[in-house]
């Protein structure tokens, strides 16, 4: 049974293990990270400048093999009322096997009941087909926003996606 908890520094060596090549580096991280590869010690550096926030919320999804998937939650505004994933992943030996889905599914959870969300949004660059089939397969719809990025030379287009709160869907 897939689990969701609070990112702990140790689950750094795991997740970046994932990360086999460029272009599973830029459909992860979006340029936020500086440079491939990224390791443990560069994501632990990332994630302790916002160690004080209380809008950053990196989580770890793990069963009894141990950890599966990754993704962080964050609040965009003041106003607390959308919730941003970004930084999905699973692990690369389990892809396609419904992990990514039941952690999304833990996580949607937990922005609509503990964090209160009213809506959820995230991006997926349009040649991630896996990814994208795998939002759309817990709710997410494309909300027609298409932003472009400049990755590795290269214009990279991303969809936006939202899902709203169940009881305000229709508004």
């Known amino acids: 049974?897939?689990?969701l908890r609070p990112y702990k520094p140790c689950d750094a060596e795991a997740i970046t293990s994932w990360i086999k090549d460029e272009t599973t580096f830029y459909r992860w991280s979006a340029g936020?990270?500086?440079k491939y590869p990224v390791t443990a010690e560069d994501m632990n550096a990332f994630y302790d400048a916002n160690a004080f926030s209380d809008s950053f919320f990196e989580m770890t999804a793990f069963d009894?093999?141990?950890v599966a998937g990754h993704l962080i939650m964050r609040f965009p505004d003041e106003n607390k009322k959308m919730v941003r994933f970004g930084?999905?992943?699973v692990d690369d030996?389990?892809?396609g096997k419904g992990y990514g889905r039941q952690m999304l599914q833990l996580a949607i959870k937990y922005a609509f009941e503990i964090l209160m969300a009213d809506r959820i949004t995230l991006g997926v660059f349009e040649d991630?087909?896996?990814a994208y089939r795998c939002y759309q397969s817990v709710g997410f719809q494309e909300t027609g926003r298409?932003?472009?990025y400049r990755i590795?030379?290269?214009e990279w287009k991303c969809k936006e996606l939202e899902l709203l709160r169940p009881d305000r869907c229709g508004e």
């Open 1 to 3: 049974m897939l689990r």
């Open 32 to 34: 936020k990270y500086e």
């Open 64 to 66: 009894g093999d141990g």
């Open 87 to 89: 930084f999905i992943i």
């Open 93 to 95: 030996g389990r892809r």
């Open 128 to 130: 991630n087909i896996p």
């Open 146 to 148: 298409i932003e472009r």
């Open 152 to 154: 590795a030379g290269e």
